[in-house]
Each structure stands twice: as structure tokens, then as C-alpha cells.
């Protein structure tokens, strides 16, 4: 039996979604599988867009090295889409249960038909996870042998976590950084592993932002790190709560003045058959 796939991507952050009744036993498996951009059909992650009794649908997402995540803005996204695609829809409502809570969803169609708009409730910034060194951009800067935390670029740091960690760290200029390099360098120390955002303020109201997410590397866009990034920005006092957060994919707005959402695109990409052996 074939199973149909569809792709989609937000700013570039790009995933496969399946539709289905039940999260299949191997989708650990699955998610490396397909995912894998030689050998598969590449994306980032994997949607399990799953049957659910108490709520529109479930998330199940599973990073392209297989890891699962509980959230994902721009996942979210994509799903959303995925299911009005499926019910031959071009704006609806959605409630989406995930790993971290209850996700609301408002779609709206644009001139292009590949491609909606949807606005995506985020949950709640909290705390993040402590690093397993006291100063951690100085034990970073030591272990790239370089001469000190100013070698890295990052100015201040903070942790934070909205259904996943995250590192914020403010930088002159996002695109200085080596993400290859620094990213994991910086995630490396802590336990769970952390998604890692360098940002700088590139006008009113506006960020920049590039990002090393834990088990995807470098990607695009991260949904996720750009509200985080508006969170800790805003109660550092540097931009307001309503900001454009411009990633190397495309802009994301996240409005921190009631429930925290994030408003950005997502686009179809294709449909693909897979057989299921």
C-alpha cells in the first residue's frame, strides 16, 4: 500500500506531513528515512498529522535525525495547511494538540494557491535549561581555541523554553556567525540539546535572526526561535511587542501583546506517493 505524503515548507523550514489515523511503530524510522535529502525525499521533519478523539488532530513531529520535538511554529503551520488541503478548505480554524499543549491555528488563503497565511498561538515562553558550565560562551570561545566570548560575537545570552529549549543569544551580526561551528558548539552543553538563535535588532520593531536547531543543524527559519528571540528582545527592552523577525527563509511577525502568536506562510510543495513495505 502506497502512503501519500505532502511537502511543505515554512520560509524554507520544510517538512513532510502525513495524514493518518494512528502514529505508525517505526516512525522513528520513517522520519530519517524520508527525510534524508540524498537518499529520501529531504525535508527537516516529519508531521504526523494524527486521528484525534478530543481534538481536530494530534502532532507528532520527529526531526530529520529522528529526534521528536513537541513544537514547531512553522510546523504547525505546515499542518494546518496540509489539513485544509485535505478538506478542501482555504481558511479555517484549527485546534492541534501537541506534546506541549493545545496549538490554535487560523488559516487564510493568498493570491498564490500554493500558499496560505496562518497565525499560530505559541503557549507560553518559560524558562529554559541551565548549561553544564557556569560561563557558557566563555567555555565555547575556549573550545574553538579562539581568545574569548567577544570571538564569538555574542553579546548577551538567555535561556528559554516554549514546548522546546532554546538559547537566544544577541549578536552584532547574524550572518558573522559560523552556525556550523558555534551552534553545536553551544548546544553540546546541555543535556537535552538546544535549539540556538543569534539575533540583533535591524530596525523599529524588527530582528534578525539565524539559527542552529537541534536535531535539524541549519535550517532556514525556525517558528519557534523567532518568538522566543521577540520574547527575550522585548523584555530586554529593545523592541516592542509586535515585531518582523527576518530570517534567512523569510519574515515571521510575532505579536506578544495577547496570546503570543506567530504569523507567517506556508507553501505546498508537492504530494508524494511512498510504498509502505
Not at 505524503?5 to 520544510?14: E, P, R, V
Not at 574553538?144 to 538559547?167: K, Q
Amino acid at each position: 500500500m502506497a502512503l501519500r505524503y505532502s511537502k511543505h515548507h515554512g520560509l524554507g523550514n520544510d517538512f513532510l506531513v502525513l495524514l493518518t489515523d494512528s502514529l505508525p511503530l517505526d516512525a522513528v524510522d520513517q522520519s530519517v528515512a524520508l527525510c534524508d535529502r540524498r537518499t529520501g525525499i529531504g525535508a527537516d521533519g516529519l508531521i504526523y498529522g494524527v486521528t484525534s478523539e478530543d481534538h481536530d488532530i494530534s502532532m507528532e513531529l520527529f526531526n530529520s535525525d529522528g529526534s521528536s520535538a513537541a513544537v514547531s511554529g512553522n510546523g504547525l503551520r505546515c499542518l494546518a495547511q496540509a489539513v485544509a488541503r485535505h478538506r478542501s478548505v482555504s481558511a479555517f480554524e484549527l485546534d492541534v494538540a501537541t506534546p506541549a499543549g493545545i496549538r490554535h491555528c487560523s488559516v487564510r488563503a493568498t493570491d498564490n494557491p500554493k500558499t496560505v497565511v496562518a497565525t499560530v498561538d505559541m503557549g507560553t515562553v518559560t524558562a529554559g535549561p541551565a548549561p553544564d558550565v557556569e560561563d557558557l560562551m566563555g567555555a565555547v570561545a575556549g573550545e574553538l581555541d579562539r581568545t574569548g566570548a567577544e570571538s564569538i560575537g555574542v553579546r548577551r545570552w538567555e535561556t528559554c523554553d516554549i514546548g522546546n529549549p532554546h538559547v537566544v543569544c544577541q549578536v552584532d551580526d547574524p550572518k558573522e556567525i559560523a552556525l556550523d561551528v558555534v551552534g553545536p558548539a553551544i548546544e553540546r552543553h546541555f543535556a537535552e540539546g538546544v535549539n540556538v538563535s543569534f539575533v540583533t535588532v535591524n530596525g523599529n520593531d524588527q530582528l534578525e535572526l539565524r539559527v542552529w536547531e537541534r536535531g535539524a543543524g541549519i535550517t532556514s527559519a525556525c517558528g519557534t526561535g523567532a518568538t522566543v528571540a521577540a520574547h527575550v528582545f522585548h523584555r530586554w527592552g529593545l523592541i516592542g511587542p509586535r515585531s518582523v523577525v527576518h530570517m534567512p527563509g523569510g519574515d515571521a511577525v510575532v505579536d506578544l501583546s495577547g496570546p503570543l502568536t506567530l504569523t507567517g506562510p506556508a507553501t505546498h510543495v508537492a504530494d508524494v506517493e511512498v510504498s509502505d513495505v
